[in-house]
């Protein structure tokens, strides 16, 4: 129990009041503002308080409200969310950005699922250096083209310049394979199976966006080794549904297991899959994460060789695989809503937010006492339960400040429902109320926590469904572009056909390419063709513009 | 359980054999290399082996053996037992590491004690970026010379200049700190208490050293702020009071707490402590973690200014703390022998190996089976248990291997332990074997872990103890100091003494410089005077050479 403010008090009364800031989901972003903007108690809440003495206790709070809609204008409300929330603070160099302790958690709660997950499949942790010598860096060529004008180099210590320059790893095939070839020798030392969680540093200047494009993110690497092509291959889709696992299970965001096409995948592999989620807001697919299998490239430039066990040569094949902190940033993008940032039950740090809400003239003292062991019996039963008794802010004022934070449940005691033995839950997905006994208390939260979590994945994934749109023809294609569709398309799978659709529909909104071909592909019948070559259709491929 | 290799097999006899290589802590490191370098078996053994068709299947092993004594060269021993343990590679780019999963796993047990520890403290992690502009990073002027000569500079991405030099954080005070002043408004605000995990950067260039002096490490790093005094200094003492017991209950290695002196202290900072640990094989004092209280010296640079409870300006007091990757050379140092690394069993990956030792026609099937049943059992009993059925290398190969690797305790199971319902434990620190019943397995294997984990820490805290030598003169002072001791002398307290005192020992092996004052001081009797200056002493400090 992480009690916020210790001691009891009077509170200003406003639960269940006509003030339209606490009518649950109709609430306006334009009145939020208001609300925040001008000196508490409001008008509207001074018509109902009496206790006029405690006005100038009360906190003048200007930062906190949403003043942009998600409907209105996507990108500065997203900034809005992600910054009063308290996920992250701008930092002075231009696409880094602090990840303050709300975010972190969040971080930290899939990396708790995550480890364990593939330390079962025999992956262990390891940590290489920040640090790749230009010559290494080049070894792989399409590797390094695809990295080159990202790579943020290191020229000087002190105030002497470096005998060569030394670059930060972009990703660290390069870093790690020239040991892979070192340690593996015999097909005892396969499969060789590391990962490491790190910084990494893509010194990007097109559209830096919090959590989803960064110069500097957080994110792990896998990188192994195996014998066979087809053990490189189990694993790639091994960790593909550990990825879709991180976002469906933990952050409620839908998404497509697909294969990336021959222009979209990881530059220096065999082959790219990935995770691929959607924003309806703004149209634009996002890769959640990518697994990839590298073939034999790396393997034949940086020479990692095995005997197997026959005492025949044989060339290793990898796979290198990575999610990153845009994990959270794609969940605050699907999930929040012109409050400000919903955060699923299962990686919020607080889940349930208990607020006292004390009359006139109640007994503060045994709401307080109330609420204090609803915290510790929620606590007690796993459940991460948080109390706001500060005094200098009215319950109405913490209802809309932890809505921000996105709490997924908020619990109110007043005096009725001391007296009925109730207390009253309120969903921050919904906005539903439902007054349950003390008595059921633990149960009726798990309840709801695992229906809000259900309930988040399911309504986004209505989202995104509906945006889903099958196009056979260009027109269609370009009609539903437009309209910010998710795109299913059938493809004739060819490199000059997807540069060709890219250029045609190069604009102010960025061109539309591939998305993936979903592993789960439809039948492709006879005669279907490419809606843009008129070719004979290979497979059936999402298609949008993307982050 | 991770099984190193599966199938059944015979293996060749060697098991209290009359081998030197078999006779426990006698064990020479030069045999060790001869056994090594030859092809196996070595004449020795090949007599007693009558299966000369098993010969070609065991594998040449010539790198895994220690060419070099503690006691005769300790910095070649060092890097050996480092790399040969598979803590470290060594890496293209100098003073830069690998941490290999042998070291991370280590590195992660640490992490799993102290993040819950600062967790319960109510500190909160979060992540600052890696990069810090000109201007922020020179704010504080005593600070930046502490490290400017080490930062590196980031001046291009790609093939463009950047428009300004960018630092890469060599510690984050300054990257932090702007923001603090930020977030922090009124007293309600404080304390702050923020830490993250993350790589820092120090281009040094004396003496790279894997751990020990890296010009990337990786760190925790806390920075905390408050608003009394009070506060502050307490919280540097419960911090200190964590990294003392990373370093006794973890990794067995001794320390002291104390205070630095005002010439090593921390670079802006008002007082910094420390835990010291001590090398007895170089008589050389290793700082291992400090936990500084920066007063408000930073806080005036970077403006953190609040409003108390009456209404009136305050300015906070900060503290900042860390302990590093540096731990775990300390450990290697500390109880690493001539047969390599020493690990206490509550940080070792691998707590118990179990290796089936089966004489020429014994029932391999059933020693197999019972050595499987008791790595289950451990590993049931939360004992990190583990199998080496390999079949090309011999158990003699397999004692000395995971002797390098440090394991705490190792099982063997012959035909004549089956016949006894027992198995024989040796421990790795002292060498000594005894047989227990099958059935007390689990009781015993527990108990003698934490045997072990004790008689390590008593082991080396009695080599440290003898190393202490109390002076009073200078010439008591530097006779200890040839002598490798680790020196405690009355001392007047002035920086100009210890300036001076560095000054006449610079030589060849580095000067002698204050460790620290230990917080708990002896009385300074009546008439007591500074070893070095010759006025009255203030203060019982330790002395010696340091890394």
Same mark, same amino acid.
């Given at each position: 129990?992480r009690?916020v403010?210790?001691s009891?008090?009077?509170?200003l009364?406003?639960?269940?009041?006509?003030?339209?800031?606490?009518?649950g989901?109709?609430t306006?972003?334009s009145?939020?503002?208001?609300?925040?903007?001008?000196?508490?108690?409001?008008?509207?809440?001074?018509t109902?308080s009496?206790?006029?003495?405690?006005k100038?206790?009360?906190?003048?709070?200007?930062?906190l409200?949403?003043?942009?809609?998600?409907?209105?204008n996507?990108?500065?409300?997203?900034?809005?969310?992600?910054?009063h929330?308290?996920m992250?603070?701008?930092?002075?160099?231009?696409?880094?950005?602090?990840?303050r302790?709300?975010?972190?958690?969040?971080w930290?709660?899939?990396?708790?699922?995550?480890?364990?997950?593939?330390?079962?499949?025999?992956?262990e942790?390891?940590?290489f250096?920040?640090?790749?010598?230009?010559?290494v860096?080049q070894k792989?060529?399409?590797?390094?083209?695809?990295?080159?004008?990202?790579v943020?180099w290191?020229?000087?210590?002190g105030?002497s310049?470096?005998?060569v320059?030394?670059?930060?790893?972009?990703?660290?095939?390069?870093?790690?394979y020239?040991?892979?070839?070192?340690w593996?020798?015999?097909?005892r030392d396969l499969?060789?199976?590391?990962?490491?969680?790190?910084?990494v540093v893509?010194w990007e200047?097109s559209?830096?966006?919090?959590?989803?494009?960064?110069?500097?993110f957080?994110?792990?690497e896998?990188?192994t080794?195996?014998?066979?092509?087809?053990?490189?291959?189990?694993e790639?889709?091994e960790?593909?549904?550990?990825?879709?696992r991180?976002?469906?299970?933990?952050l409620?965001?839908?998404?497509?297991?697909?294969?990336?096409?021959e222009?979209?995948?990881f530059?220096?592999?065999?082959?790219?899959t990935s995770v691929?989620?959607f924003?309806?807001?703004?149209?634009r697919?996002?890769q959640?994460?990518?697994?990839?299998?590298?073939?034999?490239?790396?393997a034949?430039?940086?020479?990692?060789?095995?005997?197997?066990?026959?005492?025949?040569?044989?060339?290793?094949?990898?796979?290198?695989?990575?999610?990153?902190?845009?994990?959270?940033g794609?969940?605050?993008?699907?999930?929040?809503?012109?409050k400000?940032?919903?955060?699923?039950?299962k990686?919020?740090?607080v889940?349930?937010?208990?607020?006292?809400?004390p009359?006139?003239d109640a007994?503060?003292?045994?709401?307080?006492?109330a609420?204090?062991s609803?915290?510790?019996?929620?606590n007690?039963?796993?459940?991460?339960?948080?109390?706001?008794t500060?005094?200098?802010?009215?319950?109405?004022?913490?209802?809309?400040?932890?809505?921000?934070?996105?709490?997924?449940?908020?619990?109110?005691?007043?005096?009725?429902?001391l007296?009925?033995s109730?207390? %009253?839950?309120?969903?921050?997905?919904?906005?539903?109320?439902? !007054?349950?006994? *003390? $008595?059921? +208390?633990?149960e =009726?939260v798990?309840?709801?926590?695992?229906?809000?979590?259900?309930?988040?994945?399911?309504?986004?994934?209505?989202? %995104?469904?509906?945006?889903?749109?099958?196009?056979?023809?260009? !027109?269609?294609? *370009? $009609?539903? +572009?437009?309209? =910010?569709?998710?795109?299913?398309?059938?493809?004739?799978?060819?490199?000059?056909v997807e540069?060709?659709?890219?250029? %045609?529909?190069?604009?102010?909104h960025?061109?539309?390419k591939?998305l993936?071909?979903?592993?789960?592909?439809?039948e492709?019948t006879?005669?279907?063709v490419?809606?843009?070559?008129?070719?004979p259709?290979?497979?059936?491929?999402?298609?949008?513009?993307?982050?």
């Amino acid at each position: 129990m992480r009690a916020v403010g210790t001691s009891s008090g009077t509170f200003l009364r406003c639960r269940r009041s006509k003030n339209p800031l606490h009518q649950g989901k109709n609430t306006q972003a334009s009145l939020l503002f208001l609300f925040f903007s001008l000196p508490f108690p409001s008008p509207d809440m001074a018509t109902k308080s009496s206790n006029t003495a405690k006005k100038k206790e009360v906190k003048k709070e200007t930062k906190l409200g949403m003043t942009v809609k998600k409907d209105d204008n996507f990108g500065e409300w997203y900034s809005e969310v992600v910054v009063h929330s308290e996920m992250i603070e701008y930092y002075d160099i231009s696409g880094c950005y602090i990840l303050r302790p709300q975010a972190m958690s969040i971080w930290e709660t899939l990396q708790k699922f995550f480890d364990p997950e593939i330390k079962k499949m025999g992956i262990e942790n390891a940590y290489f250096p920040l640090f790749v010598t230009e010559n290494v860096l080049q070894k792989e060529k399409d590797h390094i083209e695809g990295f080159a004008p990202e790579v943020a180099w290191v020229t000087k210590s002190g105030k002497s310049d470096l005998e060569v320059p030394i670059a930060i790893r972009p990703t660290s095939e390069t870093v790690m394979y020239p040991y892979f070839a070192k340690w593996i020798r015999g097909h005892r030392d396969l499969p060789l199976k590391l990962n490491q969680w790190c910084n990494v540093v893509r010194w990007e200047f097109s559209n830096p966006t919090p959590f989803i494009r960064s110069r500097e993110f957080l994110w792990q690497e896998g990188h192994t080794a195996f014998a066979t092509k087809e053990e490189a291959d189990q694993e790639v889709l091994e960790i593909l549904e550990l990825y879709r696992r991180v976002y469906e299970e933990y952050l409620a965001v839908p998404v497509i297991k697909g294969r990336k096409s021959e222009l979209e995948k990881f530059a220096g592999g065999l082959y790219t899959t990935s995770v691929e989620a959607f924003i309806p807001h703004t149209g634009r697919g996002i890769q959640g994460a990518t697994s990839h299998c590298l073939g034999q490239n790396f393997a034949k430039m940086f020479q990692i060789n095995f005997e197997d066990d026959k005492g025949e040569k044989g060339m290793v094949w990898q796979n290198s695989w990575a999610y990153s902190s845009r994990t959270i940033g794609v969940m605050v993008m699907v999930h929040g809503d012109d409050k400000g940032l919903v955060l699923p039950p299962k990686v919020a740090r607080v889940q349930v937010v208990v607020i006292p809400v004390p009359y006139k003239d109640a007994d503060t003292t045994a709401i307080k006492a109330a609420c204090e062991s609803a915290v510790k019996e929620l606590n007690t039963a796993g459940v991460r339960a948080d109390l706001d008794t500060r005094e200098n802010y009215s319950p109405g004022w913490k209802y809309s400040h932890w809505e921000m934070k996105g709490v997924p449940l908020r619990i109110e005691i007043g005096p009725r429902d001391l007296e009925k033995s109730q207390v %009253r839950l309120v969903r921050r997905d919904t906005g539903a109320k439902v !007054d349950v006994p *003390m $008595t059921e +208390l633990v149960e =009726k939260v798990q309840e709801i926590l695992m229906s809000i979590q259900e309930n988040l994945f399911n309504t986004a994934k209505e989202k %995104r469904d509906a945006c889903i749109e099958k196009v056979h023809t260009w !027109d269609e294609f *370009m $009609t539903a +572009l437009n309209n =910010k569709k998710l795109i299913f398309a059938p493809w004739c799978d060819e490199k000059e056909v997807e540069e060709d659709v890219k250029a %045609r529909t190069k604009g102010d909104h960025g061109a539309a390419k591939t998305l993936c071909s979903p592993l789960d592909q439809p039948e492709i019948t006879e005669g279907t063709v490419c809606f843009a070559s008129g070719k004979p259709a290979k497979k059936w491929t999402y298609w949008g513009r993307s982050y």
